[in-house]
């Protein structure tokens, strides 16, 4: 376990990568070589690559995710990210969104009516 200072710093660290994927993946589609290059940066400071993406098991990357101190806003936030790549034709990690939706609901205990709703329109594409 981190103590409360390391667990800031890591938050810090995790929240200005994912803002910084936030940014790269609402672009136009198809991503183009640089955009994908850029995005493989930041996947990179999660042991993550668009390969390792779509061959990890919800599960693993679920796993993954926590064991690098995500916290619930976090996953969240990078469900939505996925939700996003997955507009690129190339791309599909819908089904990963979907699982860290429902890992979140049912894990953090508390019930959010936007994770609800993220998990009932995924479903019903």
């Known amino acids: ?4 200072g390391l667990r800031d710093e890591e938050k810090i660290r995790i929240d200005n990568v994912l803002k910084t994927l936030r940014t790269l993946v609402y672009v136009p589609y198809p991503l ?10 930041q ?3 999660f042991e993550l690559n668009f390969e390792s993406l779509i061959d990890y098991s919800n599960e693993d990357l679920t796993t993954l ?11 969240e936030l990078f469900a ?17 969104a979907l699982a860290l939706y429902q890992y979140i609901q049912s894990e953090s205990k508390v019930f959010s ?5 993220k998990i009932s329109s995924l479903k019903n594409k």
């Open 32 to 41: 183009n070589d640089l955009q994908k290059s850029d995005l493989e940066k």
């Open 113 to 117: 009516f936007g994770i609800n709703s």
């Open 1 to 4: 376990m981190l103590n409360k």
């Open 43 to 45: 996947l990179k400071e």
């Open 80 to 96: 939505d990210i996925l939700i996003e790549l997955s507009k690129d034709e190339n791309y599909n990690f819908e089904d990963k």
């Open 65 to 75: 995710l926590m064991r690098l101190h995500f916290d619930w806003e976090q996953l």
